[in-house]
């Protein structure tokens, strides 16, 4: 297939090595003002890819979304009208809310909704670890991509395990409830997703997973929140020696997702009327982080 990755971030590079090794014809979109961005996945051979090149573009077959959650509505709108209307698009970002602001815009396309629970660190501007081994969900958004869920087997033929989820809502409520309870106590914390599993931080994450759990079930996605926790941990002890994707924005003084991942949460819980006083303490400690820098810098 042709495909155009929207964002090569570390999520984004890993995807885009693989496909290429499985025999995709993989262009990149990114920031780099460069012809060709170069990657080089756990010490392996450098692949070059195009980047920014509009004839790729042209020609996809798929676009996969791995930007940043408050990219995503700025960067992909002036792509749109290079593509073709058979082109599918595929959302594999952290976070709920940025597709229902595009909606009017890309309907008429076959739209995906992904989630993923790979860890992957970007060590220099072309070299990428992957930290953590997940897996990948995929699912229908609109009526014309419940009939894409073939993309489901290209992406396992080229990355396993990636499953087709026809209510993938659930998956996507289960793995913002994961990120809810992970990212923002590292960022804030200063440590790996393993750290998270000392007692001490053991009440809060329960709280989190907790609150989280009542809206979605508010909006009529059933989650557990004994088992959400125990997934959580799950996912704790899986990537623990990675630095979530919170942690690596804060650290490095980039905007976080805080706002499509707990600030999800806490709009929904307002629309509802639910007490989220554990989510609604760390969203202000985030968006406090990231006030001090603009005050400072
Ligand atoms: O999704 C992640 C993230 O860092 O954003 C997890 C699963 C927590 C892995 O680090």
């Given at each position: ?5 929207l ?55 798929l676009v996969i979304v791995t930007l940043?959650a408050?990219?995503v509505?700025?960067?992909l ?11 599918i698009l595929l959302f594999l970002h952290n976070g709920m809310g940025t597709v229902e602001h595009l909606a009017?815009?890309i309907n008429?396309h076959p739209v995906l909704l992904g989630t993923s ?19 990948t969900f995929i699912g229908p958004w609109n009526d014309k991509g419940s009939?894409c869920s073939?993309i489901a087997?290209?992406l ?6 990636v499953a087709w989820n026809s209510e993938i809502q659930t998956a996507l409520w289960s793995k913002l ?44 996605v ?38 499509y991942?707990?600030?999800y ?33």
């Amino acid at each position: 297939m042709n495909i155009t990755i929207l964002g090569p971030g570390a999520i984004g590079s890993l995807y885009a090595y693989k496909l290429h090794q499985a025999g995709h014809r993989v262009s990149v979109w990114g920031r780099s003002p460069q012809d060709t961005v170069v990657i080089e996945l756990d010490g392996g051979s450098a692949i070059h890819f195009p980047n920014c090149d509009v004839t790729s573009l042209k020609a996809s077959d798929l676009v996969i979304v791995t930007l940043k959650a408050w990219q995503v509505e700025l960067a992909l709108k002036p792509l749109l009208k290079h593509l073709n209307s058979d082109a599918i698009l595929l959302f594999l970002h952290n976070g709920m809310g940025t597709v229902e602001h595009l909606a009017t815009a890309i309907n008429h396309h076959p739209v995906l909704l992904g989630t993923s629970t790979h860890g992957a660190l970007r060590l220099s501007s072309s070299q990428v670890r992957h930290t953590g081994l997940g897996q990948t969900f995929i699912g229908p958004w609109n009526d014309k991509g419940s009939r894409c869920s073939f993309i489901a087997d290209v992406l396992d033929h080229a990355f396993k395990p990636v499953a087709w989820n026809s209510e993938i809502q659930t998956a996507l409520w289960s793995k913002l409830v994961i990120n809810c309870a992970i990212n923002p106590l590292t960022a804030i914390n200063n440590c790996q997703n393993g750290g998270l599993a000392h007692k001490d931080y053991q009440q809060q994450i329960a709280m989190v997973v907790r609150e989280a759990t009542e809206c979605a079930n508010q909006v009529g996605v059933v989650l557990k929140a004994e088992e959400m926790l125990d997934t959580v941990y799950k996912v704790i002890h899986a990537t623990a020696q990675n630095y979530s994707s919170m942690h690596q924005d804060i650290y490095n003084k980039r905007q976080s997702e805080i706002d499509y991942i707990t600030g999800y949460v806490v709009s929904i819980s307002k629309r509802y009327g639910i007490a989220v006083p554990t989510n609604l303490a760390l969203y202000h400690q985030i968006k406090q982080i990231e006030s001090s820098w603009n005050q400072h810098d």
